[in-house]
């Protein structure tokens, strides 16, 4: 019996360091085994040997797979809260394709909006350059129109003078002087209101070709304007739902790191 009991003072020590170890489990059960192999082949009392194989069976078979069992669970929690990370950048890799599709389409509006401005601006001069035209031509018609009405100013002043008398040769021979040019300047009037009046339904077309193409490029700046807030929000929530996942993943691995080794400190089975 003390032989029993000395070598169980010599025993209970050794397991009693196999269940604080806390960083290699499976090492210190070989050492232990190693130990009690020792002993045995050093010469011990039946009951020593029956003590020491019970005990080394109840490691063997109950303590060292709930170790086991124990630290695979932790490590699966451990496993499956990382992949929190995985799916935080997940959601960015595709957050970024968002913000990549809608740049992509806020830059076609653009290159479309540019190209259309740039057509507005053809359209304006050619609009701008036919009313010069056509001012000029105005101004040269009211011009030869005060020259022809000042010569029907002086026709109407010469035969409607109150003393005027038409029977006298100097009456005569002064009208005859008046009419010619009046005469040589009507045509030039009427070529210059002809040339007006043939000019403003193309300065009219120019116009209207003008205002709807005014029309297309507005439209598109809208819808520009549309996509580049479209633009900005999707940046602006794809940055705010990274930064709230990747906050909640450090926050929560965090957490169950701390509680995974509280577990294996508390408990010397761990």
């Not at 040997?49 to 124990?70: G, H, K, R």
């Not at 040269?140 to 020259?147: K, L, M």
């Not at 807030?229 to 929560?252: D, I, K, L, P």
């Amino acid at each position: 019996m003390r032989l029993l009991c000395a070598n169980r003072f010599v025993f209970l020590p050794l397991l009693h360091g196999l269940l604080s170890l806390k960083e290699d489990k499976s090492k210190a059960i070989s050492n232990l085994l190693q130990s009690a192999t020792n002993m045995l082949k050093n010469g011990a009392t039946p009951d020593v040997v029956d003590f020491a194989q019970a005990t080394l069976t109840e490691i063997t078979s109950v303590v060292l797979p709930a170790i086991i069992n124990a630290s695979e669970t932790d490590q699966r929690l451990v496993d499956s809260t990382f992949t929190m990370f995985e799916n935080a950048l997940q959601e960015l890799s595709d957050g970024n394709n968002r913000v990549l599709a809608a740049n992509n389409a806020e830059r076609a509006l653009s290159h479309a909006h540019k190209a259309c401005r740039g057509e507005e601006e053809v359209a304006c001069g050619h609009k701008r350059d036919c009313d010069y035209e056509l001012y000029g031509i105005w101004r040269r018609f009211v011009e030869e129109e005060s020259i022809m009405r000042q010569l029907s100013t002086e026709i109407e002043s010469h035969f409607c003078a109150e003393d005027a008398n038409g029977t006298m040769w100097i009456f005569r021979d002064h009208s005859v002087t008046l009419f010619p040019p009046w005469l040589e300047q009507k045509p030039i009037v009427e070529h210059w209101e002809f040339q007006y009046d043939e000019l403003v339904p193309t300065c009219e077309h120019l116009f209207i070709v003008l205002d709807d193409k005014t029309a297309e490029c507005d439209a598109l700046q809208l819808q520009l304007e549309r996509a580049a807030c479209a633009h900005g929000n999707v940046v602006q929530e794809v940055r705010n739902m990274f930064a709230e996942s990747w906050a909640y993943a450090v926050f929560t691995y965090q957490r169950v790191i701390m509680e995974v080794h509280c577990l294996v400190i508390s408990s010397p089975m761990r």
